[in-house]
């Protein structure tokens, strides 16, 4: 699941750096040892900027995903194909959905949809887990439709922190009007304002080229 309604706090860890101490002897005074030229250039990664003290620049963070994470593998008009990285033991391949972040009409994100593609010969040809906010009208149940044609409604399964989840199964016929239609529309209803409506609009830019990709990533 992506961050959606998750809070994200930044917090900033401040050190302070210990003084340095310098020692003396009242019997001799031993001269500083001098300093070489390896012991005088900085460390790799850093800069001497006369202070003595070494700006670091940085390394690159490792990019390679750990097992258990959600990664980008690429993306496909306004779909991303989102896979979930597994142990490098694991006998299968990561299992890959396409994604879309949805807004409403003033530009909040509102809602996620993931679709994956199922086995040759199922029910379904494809699946969906779409997430919405904990503050839906849950009776009312969530609609959807293709290019303004006839909606569906979908009972939602269940609600955990995140938000509440319904699970879709598409046909064959489903998928074809995906592939071939402009824009999904979902329709929910707040719970605070049960004679009102949500529109979020799901765009198929994509969509047939993302979809054919997650047939291609799992023959690989």
Do not use: H
């Not at 699941?1 to 001799?28: H, N, R």
């Not at 996620?112 to 699946?127: M, R, T, V």
């Not at 609609?143 to 909606?151: F, K």
């Amino acid at each position: 699941m992506s961050d959606l309604l998750k809070t994200l706090t930044l917090v900033t860890a401040l050190g302070m750096a210990s003084p340095l101490l310098a020692q003396t002897t009242e019997a001799t005074e031993t001269p500083a040892p001098e300093t070489t030229e390896q012991e005088a250039a900085p460390a790799e990664g850093s800069v001497d900027d006369g202070t003595g003290i070494e700006l670091q620049m940085g390394e690159p963070e490792q990019s390679e995903p750990q097992p258990g994470q959600t990664y980008v593998m690429e993306e496909s008009g306004d779909w991303e194909i989102r896979c979930v990285k597994l142990p490098a033991d694991a006998e299968q391949k990561d299992p890959c959905q396409l994604y879309q972040l949805l807004s409403d009409q003033q530009g909040n994100a509102v809602a996620e949809i993931n679709i994956l593609s199922l086995p040759a010969g199922a029910q379904a040809a494809a699946g969906a887990n779409i997430i919405v906010p904990l503050e839906t009208l849950l009776t009312e149940r969530l609609s959807m439709s293709i290019d303004g044609g006839q909606a569906r409604k979908y009972q939602f399964a269940f609600c955990s922190q995140v938000g509440c989840l319904a699970r879709l199964g598409f046909s064959a016929a489903d998928v074809t009007a995906f592939k071939r239609g402009n824009a999904a529309n979902l329709t929910i209803v707040p719970a605070v304002a049960p004679d009102q409506k949500v529109e979020l609009t799901v765009s198929l830019s994509g969509f047939t080229a993302g979809f054919d990709r997650l047939a291609e990533i799992a023959a690989q």
